[in-house]
């Protein structure tokens, strides 16, 4: 069994203390040792070094590496059914936040969240087959209060509404926001709108030290577009930034703040305690329930959670008693077992329409069978009183010999002629015990049977009462009387017989003469080539029923279904993908060329305002119409930036029209993609027998996949300022990396909400102290007065 990852980072520091902390990657070890200034913390003999085990260390290593180490693997498998988390623990300013958030301003240093949205909707893209749902919360314990990071606004929502719910092992919070996300964008959103609800504080050793422990939790619920079934998975990512501990004197605290650093440590206190019982496999009591913290992280570590914890350390002297507590805890988590299942779950609802499109398919199946024997509509349906009260009178009169045959269409008419025979079968039966009875007990009334008699006779009591008669004076097995045989027979036999009967036997039976017989088979007796056509009907359709059974792999099929029946459109699909490719590639190096134009705009504009500057200096010249002289340099200068300015606009222009090719191309190859699952789907479902409505939606309903050109609107002209480094920067991110795109974009749409939330919330205090009256924010609008009724 494998237990918890731990990986070790370092906050870097110039004055890392190399002569006490000896990090070696290769044999995954971290070794500490105090120092003579540490000495007044050493008693004698105790020890002073120590090595610590870990899985990883990330020494001086940047933002995507740490990614690469401790998060990737995990985020998959996440998608893969299987329950994560990636903890980040250490002291005050250690880097936590910096490592599980990183930062919100700049794209290449953001960290393991944003790295997780950026990877979780790019593998959605590529797993075509599956549907994959996503939803994210943003839970804060701050104080041992629950807190809402997305709930508007959040300060509205601590412990207010949430609680806490441990039902089977499943941990949740009642009433957390778990909103649905569709976009890379949108979660990110989601994420800064969070952050920008978390309580930080300043200190010594953190100026934004969080002082709260934040878990912001993805909930990927995946089905199969390919496979109808009512299996599906429901995996939780949780990424933890717990609050960093702090030794009150040391990070100089006070007030509020040392207020919360006792809440921090003790909560961490009782994850300390949490986890060593975790580890230790005896313990059958895991006390959870001591901390908010460990209750909602009651099913976040080990045991089916793939679980990872970043130790985070400042890497310096003066804090090496932390370091060392750190690597402890760390330690403690290496020995927390893990043993990951994938959470399979059933949709009930889905069971039951799953149930009635199989039963609906069931009947279809039989109006075929009944269409291809020549038989009259039967009804299947459950039998009514009048139809049960004329099988009985067909047994009965069955029986009695007055009619030769049963009729029979259906297996509910077969069930009730048994149902029939077994009551009147169980009526005699009594009937026959009854009589015997009596005459056994008029006879023991006469002269009992004496014990050796009916030794004699090898029988017990009972099977004496049920076959013999009192001959003279004696007992004995003599001939029973026609009447008591006659229905003894059939009990007797039935008795002795009721394991024994072979399917000859009744089939022989059934060909006697004058026995009961069902309805032939409509496939049996009526020869030549009808019998034969309806024959290989026949063991087509069980064909497709046994196939139906057991549909092989989708992937598989997927495969067959591209090189065959979906090969035009698959084909039109890599078309499309390549196209959009070719597109991207010229848009990616048109924005390269976009950026060499703007350095060279700056560098000549450099240039021409130093000209100006020094021309200005030396005093300036006007010519007798009273224009402005400048010298030939100077205008070359002037012209080179006309130029280049003119050229730039060119370009950006067809930038944007090249952009929005690129992006109606990637439009077109998702509708190809879903056309092609969704045609499978439908292949699938016909080939195989699975219910059509089962079958992927076969919403796509877009005429031709072919990519064409839309109308590209004019675009904007270039603009100086704020708006050209805007723009300037989407142009760079898009060469370099086009997921930048949604990370500034989330960053931009929070600044603006908040703004325009902070506005109004200034504009609503200034009216309401102009005029005593209180406003109220409308849509998008800045606050109307609104006046309230007394
Ligand atoms: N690996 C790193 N590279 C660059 N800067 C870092 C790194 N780690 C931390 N920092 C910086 O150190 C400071 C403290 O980091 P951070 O806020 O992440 O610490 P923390 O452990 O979350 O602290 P607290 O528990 O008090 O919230 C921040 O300014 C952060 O940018």
């Known amino acids: 069994m494998s237990c918890v990852r731990v990986v070790l980072r370092t906050r870097p520091s110039p004055r890392f203390a190399e002569s006490q902390i000896d990090i070696n990657p290769t044999d995954k070890t971290v070794n500490i040792r105090l120092k003579e200034h540490n000495q007044k913390e050493i008693v004698n003999n105790q020890v002073t070094e120590w090595s610590f085990k870990v899985d990883g260390s990330l020494h001086n290593?940047?933002?995507e590496m740490v990614y690469r180490e401790t998060a990737r693997e995990v985020v998959s498998r996440t998608l893969d059914g299987y329950n994560g988390t990636i903890m980040c623990y250490g002291q005050t300013g250690a880097g936590k936040s910096y490592t599980m958030t990183g930062s919100t301003e700049n794209f290449s240093e953001r960290g393991i969240i944003p790295r997780v949205l950026e990877q979780v909707f790019h593998d959605i893209e590529e797993r075509v087959e599956q549907d994959i749902t996503v939803r994210v919360s943003y839970l804060e314990i701050y104080n041992e209060s629950l807190c809402d990071l997305c709930a508007m606004p959040a300060c509205q929502a601590i412990d207010k509404q949430l609680s806490i719910m441990d039902e089977r092992g499943m941990v949740s919070v009642k009433g957390l926001t778990c909103q649905l996300v569709s976009s890379q964008e949108e979660a990110l959103t989601k994420l800064f709108e969070g952050e920008m609800n978390r309580a930080v504080a300043c200190h010594t050793l953190n100026k934004k030290s969080s002082r709260s422990h934040c878990i912001f939790t993805l909930y990927i619920e995946s089905r199969s577009k390919t496979i109808t079934n009512s299996k599906y998975t429901m995996s939780k990512l949780n990424l933890v930034d717990l609050a960093g501990s702090e030794r009150l004197g040391k990070a100089t605290s006070e007030g509020q703040v040392e207020r919360e650093a006792t809440y921090i440590n003790k909560s961490l206190s009782f994850l300390e305690q949490a986890v060593i019982?975790?580890?230790?496999?005896?313990?059958?009591?895991?006390?959870?329930?001591?901390?908010?913290?460990?209750?909602?992280?009651?099913?976040?570590?080990?045991?089916?959670?793939?679980?990872?914890?970043?130790?985070?350390?400042?890497?310096?002297?003066?804090?090496i008693e932390e370091t060392l507590s750190t690597l402890?805890?760390?330690?403690?988590?290496?020995?927390?077992?893990?043993?990951?299942?994938?959470?399979?779950?059933?949709?009930?609802?889905?069971?039951?329409?799953?149930?009635?499109?199989?039963?609906?398919?069931?009947k279809n199946e039989l109006a075929m069978h009944d269409i291809l024997a020549n038989r009259k509509k039967v009804s299947y349906e459950p039998l009514l009183e009048h139809q049960v009260a004329e099988i009985q009178s067909q047994v009965r009169r069955y029986l009695d010999g007055s009619l030769n045959e049963i009729t029979l269409a259906n297996v509910r008419q077969i069930q009730e002629v048994f149902a029939q025979f077994k009551v009147i079968f169980l009526q005699q039966e009594e009937e026959v015990e009854a009589n015997l009875r009596q005459k056994f007990s008029l006879q023991e009334r006469r002269k009992g049977p004496s014990l050796d008699v009916i030794q004699k006779a090898g029988s017990t009591e009972n099977e004496v009462v049920l076959a013999g008669e009192l001959e003279r004076d004696g007992f004995g097995l003599g001939l029973a009387p026609t009447s008591s045989k006659l229905y003894l027979s059939p009990v007797v036999t039935a008795k002795k017989n009721r394991n024994k009967k072979t399917l000859k036997d009744s089939a022989s039976k059934r060909e006697r003469p004058g026995s009961p017989q069902l309805r032939e088979s409509p496939f049996v007796g009526e020869g030549g080539q009808r019998e034969h056509d309806v024959t290989s009907v026949a063991s087509e359709v069980s064909e497709q029923l046994n196939r139906s059974n057991t549909p092989p792999m989708p992937a598989v099929a997927f495969e067959a279904f591209k090189a065959e029946r979906g090969s035009e459109i698959n084909r039109i699909f890599k078309e499309n993908k390549l196209i959009y490719k070719e597109k991207q590639t010229k848009a990616i190096e048109l924005a390269k060329h976009i950026n060499t134009l703007k350095q060279e705009i700056d560098v000549a504009r450099e240039a021409l305002e130093a000209k100006t500057k020094k021309r200005q200096e030396q005093g300036e010249f006007m010519s007798s119409e009273g224009q402005m002289v400048?010298?030939?340099?100077?205008?070359?200068?002037?012209?080179?930036?006309?130029?280049?300015?003119?050229?730039?606009?060119?370009?950006?222009?067809?930038?944007?029209?090249?952009?929005?090719?690129?992006?109606?191309c990637q439009h077109q190859v998702n509708l190809c993609r879903q056309r092609l699952v969704s045609e499978f789907?439908?292949?699938?479902?016909?080939?195989?027998?699975v219910p059509s409505e089962n079958a992927p939606a076969n919403s796509i309903t877009t005429a031709s996949p072919v990519v064409a050109h839309p109308a590209v609107g004019k675009t904007q002209p270039l603009v100086e300022g704020e708006q050209e480094k805007l723009e300037r920067i989407h142009v760079e991110l898009m060469t370099e990396n086009p997921d930048a795109m949604a990370f500034y974009e989330a960053k931009a749409r929070i600044e603006r909400k908040h703004n325009y939330t902070k506005a109004a919330a200034q504009n609503q205090t200034k009216n309401m102290k102009e005029d005593n009256i209180p406003t109220c924010a409308v849509g998008n609008r800045l606050p109307k007065q609104i006046i309230v009724p007394h």
């Open 681 to 689: 789907g439908t292949w699938y479902a016909e080939a195989y027998q």
């Open 328 to 362: 402890r805890f760390a330690a403690r988590m290496a020995c927390v077992p893990v043993n990951p299942v994938p959470i399979e779950l059933h949709d009930p609802q889905r069971t039951v329409k799953d149930l009635e499109k199989e039963i609906r398919l069931l």
């Open 277 to 319: 019982a975790l580890a230790d496999r005896r313990r059958e009591h895991v006390p959870f329930r001591q901390s908010k913290l460990t209750h909602v992280l009651k099913d976040a570590i080990g045991g089916n959670c793939n679980t990872v914890l970043i130790a985070n350390i400042i890497g310096e002297t003066e804090q």
């Open 61 to 63: 290593t940047n933002q």
């Open 630 to 664: 400048i010298d030939e340099e100077e205008y070359c200068f002037l012209l080179r930036m006309r130029e280049l300015q003119s050229q730039y606009r060119l370009h950006y222009e067809e930038l944007r029209d090249i952009k929005a090719e690129v992006q109606w």
